[in-house]
């Protein structure tokens, strides 16, 4: 029986890659703590601890099995896979595994103390945490996220450590219950760590040991305050990037304005229009923002994006998949803010409008009497175009209006390459022709 090689984003690699990474969690909690508290592996200790390495030992057959990605390729060739796996994680894996081949001596529980020590090996496993960690990154899920949760798990993890060495320097009495006794290391800790030192657990002077463990304890913990102090103000600025460079441009928009000596009312519309893409858009042109992907990529992203419009466009429902990908892929989304005049009568015809969002007027040629209003879904501006004529109306906005333009040149490409459509949207140009 041939097994398959496996593909590192399967959704079953996944969840066992979660599992692992709990089980090397608790590797690290149980090992020094065994060792510090001088605990037998009895009971549900020894069934943790043959449980953990039954994982580990299936983690290492399973890492021989899957696939990796380089370059954005995936390696599925076992010869390769084995060769990365053996250059990489392979030997911490293996002496995080090592404890189960170590003779126990003469029963289950009687480890020796060579034994003992060497599941501190399994610390080296903590590193495939880490590794789970970081590729968070190439999710969905905030990166701020990310830095916070590598930093909290780093945070605990050290304080464990420091409070398991505590313990076994001899820094907390004897005699007293093992969970009382890690509390008060790990209590210890956490003062010293975080410079509050409190002085009511304090090493024993005449131990040379001791004094020792508190230094680098506190060394670690001068470290650890800038980690935390550098992380948290890196995450604080960078919780909102985009909306800092969008206040960043509005603010030399409006110098530049005051510098030109705009009058307010000017300023106030610029500004109007500015939030309005902040709050719709966060301030991405959507246009440029796509402009860089791959025509495929694109068309699938534009696809999405414009779901909305197409189902609200009377026009394209019926419309057929060639004729919808010509008109998403030269689309050009715009945003206009109450009383914009979209068309001017008079003006030449460049662009026709699909829109998404929001609601204009059509006005006579008074430019004040409202001959109809147009809502999501409707199209305008197309009559100029066909007939290469000047606008016959004005036409303004009501409201906030998210817009979509079609330009002329790629209009008639798309009318000279589906006649039904043409045909449909000159008969509806015509119908509005004789209203007018």
Same mark, same amino acid.
């Given at each position: 029986m041939v097994i398959s090689v496996i593909q590192p984003d399967d959704l079953r690699k996944v969840a066992w890659d979660v599992l692992v990474s709990v089980c090397v969690v608790l590797a690290v909690i149980i090992a020094p703590l065994t060792i510090a508290l001088r605990l037998e592996l009895t009971g549900p200790l020894l069934v943790a601890d043959t449980v953990l390495n039954l994982v580990f030992f299936a983690d290492i057959l399973i890492h021989f099995n899957t696939g990796y990605v380089t370059r954005r390729r995936l390696v599925t060739d076992r010869a390769l896979i084995r060769k990365q796996y053996l250059k990489g994680l392979f030997w911490a894996d293996a002496l995080a595994t090592l404890p189960l081949f170590i003779p126990a001596g003469s029963t289950l529980v009687g480890l020796t103390r060579f034994a003992r020590f060497a599941r501190l090996a399994r610390l080296?496993?903590?590193?495939?945490?880490?590794?789970?960690?970081?590729?968070? /990154?190439?999710?969905?899920?905030?990166?701020?996220?990310?830095?916070?949760?590598?930093? $909290?798990?780093?945070?605990? #993890?050290?304080? /464990?450590?420091?409070?398991?060495? #505590?313990? #076994?320097?001899?820094? $907390?009495?004897?005699?007293?219950?093992?969970?009382l006794r890690f509390l008060q290391a790990y209590y210890w800790t956490i003062t010293t760590v975080a410079t509050v030192g409190y002085g009511d657990i304090v090493p024993d002077h005449s131990n040379a040991l001791q004094l020792v463990f508190t230094i680098v304890a506190q060394l670690i913990g001068v470290a650890m305050y800038g980690y935390v102090i550098g992380n948290i103000s890196s995450v604080i600025s960078n919780l909102d990037t985009s909306k800092t460079s969008f206040m960043e441009k509005l603010e030399r928009i409006n110098t530049f304005m005051k510098y030109r000596e705009v009058p307010d009312k000017v300023i106030r519309r610029v500004n109007d229009y500015y939030f309005y893409l902040w709050d719709t858009r966060h301030g991405y042109d959507e246009t440029s923002t796509v402009a860089e992907l791959p025509r495929s990529i694109r068309l699938e992203l534009l696809q999405a994006i414009h779901r909305d419009v197409i189902r609200a466009v009377p026009l394209f429902?019926?419309?057929?998949?060639?004729?919808?990908?010509?008109?998403? &892929?030269?689309?050009?989304? $715009?945003? +206009?803010?109450?009383?914009?005049?979209?068309? /001017?009568?008079?003006?030449?015809?460049?662009?026709? +409008?699909?829109?998404?969002?929001?609601?204009?007027? $059509? &006005?006579?040629?008074?430019?004040?009497?409202?001959?109809?209003?147009?809502?999501?879904?409707? !199209? !305008?501006?197309?009559?100029?175009?066909? *007939?290469?004529?000047?606008?016959?109306?004005?036409?303004?906005?009501?409201? +906030?209006?998210?817009?979509?333009?079609?330009?002329?040149?790629?209009?008639? *490409?798309?009318?000279?390459? /589906?006649?039904?459509?043409a045909a449909t949207v000159r008969e509806i140009a015509l119908q509005r022709g004789r209203r007018g």
């Open positions: 080296f496993k903590i590193f495939v945490v880490f590794r789970n960690l970081n590729r968070l /990154h190439q999710t969905t899920v905030s990166s701020n996220l990310v830095r916070l949760l590598i930093m $909290v798990f780093w945070l605990l #993890m050290t304080a /464990h450590l420091i409070a398991c060495g #505590m313990i #076994m320097a001899g820094g $907390v009495p004897e005699g007293l219950p093992p969970g429902r019926d419309a057929n998949p060639a004729l919808l990908r010509d008109v998403m &892929l030269n689309l050009e989304s $715009v945003a +206009y803010v109450p009383g914009d005049e979209v068309i /001017h009568r008079g003006d030449t015809g460049t662009e026709m +409008y699909f829109i998404s969002r929001g609601s204009v007027d $059509v &006005l006579a040629a008074d430019e004040e009497t409202v001959l109809a209003t147009l809502t999501e879904g409707a !199209f !305008f501006g197309e009559i100029a175009l066909l *007939e290469e004529t000047q606008r016959n109306a004005t036409i303004r906005t009501r409201d +906030y209006c998210d817009l979509y333009a079609l330009n002329r040149a790629v209009f008639k *490409e798309i009318l000279a390459r /589906h006649p039904s459509f």
